[in-house]
């Protein structure tokens, strides 16, 4: 009876803890309210990030669009995008080349980018 409380116990604790990722504790959240971290991170993505990936993360001929099925967190989580960014990635989904870090971008910067990339994506219904 011991050994069976013991666990369930164990298997509700595995199950709570499940969903967190220890790689992501140090990512800065976005600190402001809603409106103005989407209107920063518009401001932030056109500044660092649309030059390749295009205006509202649309994509161009230089980048891949951020507003795409392959980029949905559930496929690139947001961790994803904070290593692009600091280490740069070798071009797999798409013909455009490597993506070179962008050591200018701090980590406050991009979780702002990122809730404005999650937030065009949810515009356009991927989620």
């Known amino acids: 009876m011991m050994l069976s409380r013991l666990v369930l116990i164990f298997v509700v604790f595995a199950l709570a803890n499940c969903n967190k990722n220890p790689n992501t504790e ?6 402001n309210d809603v409106t103005s971290d989407l209107i920063n991170g518009q401001k932030l993505f056109t500044k660092n990030c649309a030059k ?21 967190p559930s496929h690139h989580g947001d ?12 071009a797999h989904h798409w013909q455009f080349g490597d993506m070179p870090p962008l050591k200018e971008v701090s980590k406050s910067d991009m979780s702002v980018i990122i809730h404005y990339v999650r937030h065009e994506q949810r515009k356009a219904g991927i989620k």
Not at 52 to 72: A, F, N, T
Not at 79 to 87: G, M, P, Q
């Open 26 to 31: 140090n990512i800065a959240k976005p600190k």
């Open 79 to 90: 961790l994803s995008f904070y290593r692009a960014v600091e280490s740069g990635v070798r």
């Open 52 to 72: 390749c990936h295009g205006r509202g993360g649309k994509g161009s001929d230089q980048g891949p669009p951020l507003v795409h099925k392959i980029y949905e």
